[in-house]
Structures are given as structure tokens and as C-alpha cells.
């Protein structure tokens, strides 16, 4: 079935072709059982189109944008590939090895989705939202708690620097806020944009030599969106599923 049937858009060199079936997916990307049968017992006969064409991209480490209608399965078109790589590279990283971002408490919690049954013990999911109290302050101390939640890696000998990433993100953040001061004098109650605290994260994590595999999902694509896109992931696979915009 081609792309055009899949009503799937893509953009960008090495995009590989939709795979049709969580069969083939398993035999090329050499999923384990487990997780199979973990897709099997939700019901889930074949990937949706949107699964069918990002599935393949992440699983070959791609950076992807991906901008699906509600509802068109986005879920899983991330969480398989996160499961998998986190089951693979197990030595590497002992502990917390993906952090998903949500600009909502309601995505947020949806984490929870990924915890996949019959691997005990291996992947569990914890959410961090941005504050209890105050919107303004909840929003303020998003990043802080989302580096809380990098910074859970506590075990010395991952060595893969995650638990510093901590530091960082709260001295990025301190510097763009008195950097700012001189030119809008920001507000402390002033919140930030989710961009704008996304790229904060993601500039820690640079500082760490942490190269993530990045991914945006999103069911539409506005301007903003696209701007994010352009600072931070380069040469993403684009994926655009359905009409632009809805
Ligand atoms: P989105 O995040 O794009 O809004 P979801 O990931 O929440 O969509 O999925 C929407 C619904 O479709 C959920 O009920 C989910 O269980 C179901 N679903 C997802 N993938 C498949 C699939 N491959 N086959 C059948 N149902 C699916
Ligand atoms: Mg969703």
C-alpha cells in the first residue's frame, strides 16, 4: 500500500517505506516477543497509518516530526519504539533513559500507558507535572521538575552523565532568565512558554554531551510548532498524516 493510500505525507531524505504489519515490523527491527504480544493483547490488529510510517523511522533512530489527528494512534507510534529502545540498551543506561514532554497534565499522565506488562521490573514510568500550587509557579518550576525526572539516573556507574543534567538545565535557566531581565525585565511570575522551557532541556542535555533521539508528535502544525522544529531537531523526517492543519 503506498503512502498516497495511507493518506501519509513525508518529507525529508532517508524516510524509510510504511510497514504494514507489527509482523514485519518485529522481523526487521527485531522486536522481542514480549512486546509483540504486549500490542497483540491491546487489540491492535495492524498499525494505524501513522504507526505504519513512523514506527519504521523511529525505530532506525530518526529524528521525526510527526503531526497526526487525535485519535489516528500517536501513542503507540511513539511508545513502541521507546519501550524497545529502552529494552535493548539496557547496560548502557541502568535507570531513566526517555522523558516524554507534555504541554498538558492530562498528556502528561498518559505515560503511564507505556508501562508494558510481562517485563516486571525493567520499564516503569513515573510523570512529573509542573507544580501543585499556582499555575504561574507549577509552570515556572516545569523544568526543574522535568530535569528532576532526567536527574532520577542516580546510579555512578551508567556514566552517562544524566544525573548532571540536572544542574545544567537550572543554570541554562537562570542565565536566559537574567539575560532576559536586561532586555524585557521578565516577570518572576511571568510563565514561560513550553518552547521556550522544551529548548531549556534540550540545551542541558546538549551541554552534557546527552545526544537523545528527538521526536515531536503533535496533531496539528502551527507556526510555533514549526519554529520549535527549525531550533531544535535537524533534518527531522517529516510525517504528516491526514490534511495540513487538522
Ligand atoms: P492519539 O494520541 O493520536 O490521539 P491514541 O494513541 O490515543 O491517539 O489512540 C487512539 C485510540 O486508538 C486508542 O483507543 C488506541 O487504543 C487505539 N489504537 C491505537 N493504535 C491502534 C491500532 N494499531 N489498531 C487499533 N486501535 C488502535
Ligand atoms: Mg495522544
Known amino acids: 500500500m503506498t503512502r498516497r493510500a495511507l493518506h501519509v505525507r513525508v518529507k525529508g531524505h532517508d524516510a524509510p517505506d510504511p510497514v504494514l504489519s507489527f509482523e514485519t515490523l518485529g522481523e526487521t527491527f527485531n522486536l522481542s516477543e514480549q512486546l509483540l504480544k504486549n500490542v497483540a493483547s491491546l487489540g491492535f490488529k495492524r498499525p494505524s497509518p501513522v504507526q505504519a510510517q513512523s514506527l519504521p523511522a523511529m525505530l532506525k533512530g530518526l529524528e521525526v516530526l510527526v503531526a497526526a489527528p487525535t485519535g489516528t494512534g500517536k501513542t503507540l507510534a511513539f511508545g513502541l519504539p521507546i519501550v524497545h529502545h529502552l529494552?535493548?540498551?539496557k547496560k548502557k543506561y541502568k535507570r531513566l533513559r526517555a522523558v516524554l514532554l507534555a504541554p498538558t497534565r492530562e498528556l502528561?499522565?498518559?505515560?503511564?500507558e507505556?508501562?508494558?506488562?510481562?517485563?516486571?521490573?525493567q520499564v516503569d514510568t513515573n510523570t512529573k507535572r509542573a507544580g501543585g500550587g499556582?499555575?504561574?509557579?507549577?509552570r515556572k518550576r516545569f523544568a526543574e521538575n522535568v530535569t528532576n525526572t532526567v536527574a532520577e539516573n542516580k546510579d555512578e556507574q551508567s556514566g552517562d552523565g544524566l544525573p548532571r543534567v540536572e544542574d545544567e538545565t537550572q543554570s541554562v535557566w537562570k542565565n536566559r532568565k537574567q539575560n532576559e531581565c536586561g532586555k524585557e525585565r521578565r516577570n518572576e511570575r511571568q510563565r514561560a512558554s513550553f518552547a521556550e522551557q522544551l529548548s531549556v532541556v534540550m540545551a542541558a542535555c546538549t551541554k552534557m554531551g546527552v545526544q537523545p533521539q528527538k521526536a515531536l508528535f503533535s496533531a496539528t502544525l502551527t507556526a510555533k510548532v514549526d519554529?520549535?522544529?527549525?531550533?531544535?531537531?535537524t533534518n527531522p523526517i517529516r510525517i504528516i498524516v491526514g490534511t495540513k492543519n487538522t
Not at 499556582?134 to 507549577?138: D, I
Open 108 to 112: 502528561a499522565s498518559q505515560s503511564g
Open 227 to 233: 519554529n520549535w522544529v527549525k531550533e531544535n531537531l
Open 134 to 138: 499556582k499555575k504561574e509557579k507549577g
Open 87 to 89: 529494552a535493548k540498551d
Open 114 to 121: 507505556l508501562r508494558p506488562e510481562g517485563e516486571a521490573g
